[in-house]
């Protein structure tokens, strides 16, 4: 039975060390997880669910592919210190993604796509720049390094615009909000402590009796009621018991 650098010798082109061999193993199975859920997530609806569940598992995988492609460039250095390059330009796309769409911070979304795309292209750009000469060694090298990019950035480009129009369409409607709002009549209120801190559809216009305690310049009318109860009073005193 082969052990596992015989199995990755076609792969490397020489035998490879058992540490090597070990990290490119998981380099493969990383990849391929990587790929296919990076590929999942931006072909589903962009809500919550499938796309930021998969879009975890592919900022995961890539931080995976980034530690191993960066113990393989050292073991090969300075021959695969490309690898190291593109893995840390990769990584760190993703991360600036990735961290917009966990603190939204104002206009995430323009990071989280560029982010995220960004890290996809110089990811793909990386696989066929190693790979791509062991199977097609008569493209030629500029190919491999430009291709992605030719046919990533139109798509990213795409995308920010269809965020562009969708975003102006979303602060359109707030503007019109805000100013059928402010168009709409307010009640007007006492100024007070208990009544700022109270919600508008809490607080209710004072009655009579409210006013009656509100304070001092409510003692005119406090004594105009008075009287009023004392002539009633007086008057049925006055009249004759049957």
């Known amino acids: 039975m082969q052990d596992l650098p015989d199995l990755l010798t076609p792969i490397v082109g020489v035998r490879p060390s058992l540490l090597f061999s070990s990290l490119l193993a998981i380099h493969i199975a990383a990849g391929a997880l990587g790929y296919s859920a990076g590929l999942l997530a931006a072909l589903s609806p962009?809500?919550?669910?499938?796309?930021?569940?998969?879009?975890?598992?592919?900022?995961?995988?890539?931080?995976?592919?980034?530690?191993?492609?960066?113990?393989?460039?050292?073991?090969?250095?300075?021959e695969d210190a490309y690898l190291f390059v593109l893995g840390s330009l990769s990584f760190s796309s993703a991360s600036v993604g990735y961290a917009?769409?966990?603190?939204?911070?104002?206009?995430?979304?323009?990071?989280?796509?560029?982010?995220?795309?960004?890290?996809?292209?110089?990811?793909?750009?990386?696989f066929y720049v190693d790979n791509g000469p062991k199977f097609a060694s008569q493209v030629p090298t500029l190919v491999y390094w430009l291709g992605p990019s030719v046919v990533g950035i139109p798509l990213l480009v795409r995308?920010?615009?269809?965020?562009?129009?969708?975003?102006?369409?979303?602060?359109?409607?707030?503007a019109q909000r805000d100013a059928s709002?402010?168009?709409?009549?307010?009640?007007?209120?006492?100024?007070?402590?208990d009544s700022a801190l109270q919600p508008a559809s809490q607080r209710m216009p004072l009655?009579?009796?409210a006013r009656l305690r509100s304070g001092p310049a409510s003692l005119p009318m406090i004594s105009k009621w008075t009287m009023r109860l004392l002539m009633l009073g007086l008057l049925?005193?006055?009249q004759p018991q049957r």
Do not use: N
Not at 50 to 55: E, K, N, Q, S, Y
Not at 163 to 174: I, K, P, T, W
């Open 46 to 78: 962009k809500r919550a669910g499938r796309h930021p569940r998969l879009g975890t598992i592919y900022y995961w995988a890539l931080a995976a592919i980034f530690v191993t492609a960066t113990g393989m460039s050292v073991l090969h250095w300075p």
């Open 100 to 126: 917009a769409r966990k603190i939204r911070w104002r206009g995430w979304l323009g990071f989280h796509i560029g982010g995220m795309s960004a890290s996809v292209i110089v990811l793909a750009t990386a």
């Open 159 to 174: 995308a920010f615009v269809r965020h562009s129009r969708v975003m102006a369409d979303l602060q359109g409607h707030g």
């Open 181 to 193: 709002r402010a168009c709409e009549p307010r009640t007007a209120h006492p100024a007070g402590a």
């Open 207 to 209: 009655t009579r009796p």
């Open 236 to 238: 049925r005193g006055q």
